[in-house]
T-cell receptor, first 107, second 114 residues
Framework: GIQVEQSPPDLILQEGANSTLRCNFS?????LQWFHQNPWGQLINLFY???GTKQNGRLSATTVATERYSLLYISSSQTTDSGVYFC?????????FGGGTRVLVKP | GAVVSQHPSRVICKSGTSVKIECRSL??????MFWYRQFPKQSLMLMAT?????????EQGVEKDKFLINHASLTLSTLTVTSAHPEDSSFYIC??????????FGPGTRLTVT
């Protein structure tokens, strides 16, 4: 099956800093999603981005499908950005999740 | 975005009893739903794919007789953990696939078996 690796595993940021999270995947995919899991466990959809670039407020994402990676950019980080960020990919309908990046934004 | 609900959010049960968890897509129809399990500080692991009107497809290593899945309508899938034991304690999360093939997740159910 598809292997999904995320880096870094942990990230500590000072409020206001920018950061880049990376997701590498091992095979061609037709779906790639980024999620933020909040402290209560809810996964919040950030981006559905099998290819190209999207932006939503302070967050943006880019997927280069031919090179099998995706990047999530967080700009001007806030304490509410803390939590775990997951990327997940699928070759059909079944998502395979990466191990996540645990982000802590300090005030 | 689409909304998926789960009920209950938390459940504590005694060893040997069964627990049913409901997953509903509130504002869209979902022919396909998924059930995941997440242990503390780990990623989500897919347990099974639930297809409306047909049998669920289980991932390797998941006991279908222990984790019963029913997808009787386009907005409801249920997961029943039968004869629960402490090792079944976990965070169970469902998702529903919308017509654009994006998955939306429920808030999860924290199961504790004593």
């Amino acid at each position: 099956g598809i292997q999904v690796e995320q880096s870094p595993p942990d990230l500590i940021l000072q409020e206001g800093a920018n950061s880049t999270l990376r997701c590498n995947f091992s095979d061609s995919v037709n779906n790639l999603q980024w999620f933020h899991q909040n402290p209560w466990g809810q996964l919040i959809n950030l981006f559905y981005i099998p290819s190209g670039t999207k932006q939503n407020g302070r967050l943006s994402a880019t997927t280069v499908a031919t090179e099998r990676y995706s990047l999530l950019y967080i700009s001007s980080s806030q304490t509410t950005d803390s939590g775990v960020y997951f990327c997940a990919t699928a070759a059909g309908n079944k998502l395979t999740f990466g191990g996540g990046t645990r982000v802590l934004v300090k005030p | 975005g689409a909304v998926v609900s789960q009920h209950p959010s938390r459940v504590i049960c005694k060893s040997g009893t069964s627990v049913k968890i409901e997953c509903r897509s509130l504002d869209f129809q979902a022919t396909t739903m998924f059930w995941y399990r997440q242990f503390p500080k780990q990623s989500l692991m897919l347990m099974a794919t639930s297809n409306e009107g047909s049998k669920a497809t289980y991932e390797q290593g998941v006991e279908k007789d222990k984790f019963l899945i029913n997808h009787a309508s386009l907005t409801l899938s249920t997961l029943t953990v039968t004869s629960a034991h402490p090792e079944d304690s976990s965070f169970y999360i469902c998702s529903a696939l919308d017509r654009t093939y994006e998955q939306y997740f429920g808030p999860g159910t924290r199961l504790t078996v004593t």
